[in-house]
């Protein structure tokens, strides 16, 4: 079963930068379309990013310029460098996997994904 281990999550105040790390130890990440996810109080899972494993990128138009997502194919390691954080950033953050092609206008939509981390807490705030 593959799973994830997140980790970079914190308190960081407006205009701040943080970047978040996922890994799984014994997968190979590069084998998958990554995603990366978040969910803030009361609010539905909405998706921020996705990497496909030929590097294809795409963005939620909410965090375009602003976030960027990499992967280290050595580390095996998937990454969501976040700049000039705002409040309406708060949110608990995850990556997720598919094992299989997600369709080109869903890469942002959870039910695509089959593998899910626990998330990782980010607030934004002064």
């Known amino acids: 079963q593959l799973q994830f281990v997140e980790s970079g999550g914190g308190l960081v105040r407006p205009g701040g930068s943080l970047t978040l790390s996922c890994t799984s130890p014994g997968f190979t990440l590069d084998y998958y379309w990554i995603g990366w996810f978040r969910q803030a109080p009361g609010k539905e899972r909405e998706g921020v990013s996705f990497?496909?494993?030929?590097?294809?990128?795409v963005y939620a138009d909410s965090v375009k310029g602003r976030f960027a997502i990499s992967r280290d194919n050595i580390e095996n390691t998937v990454y969501l460098q976040m700049n000039s954080l705002r409040p309406e950033d708060t949110a608990v953050y995850y990556c997720?996997?598919?094992?299989?092609?997600?369709?080109?206008?869903?890469?942002?939509?959870?039910?695509?994904?089959?593998?899910w981390g626990q998330g990782t807490q980010v607030t934004v705030s002064s």
């Open positions: 990497m496909k494993n030929n590097g294809n990128i």
């Open positions: 997720a996997a598919a094992s299989l092609p997600v369709l080109p206008d869903r890469v942002l939509v959870e039910d695509q994904y089959d593998y």
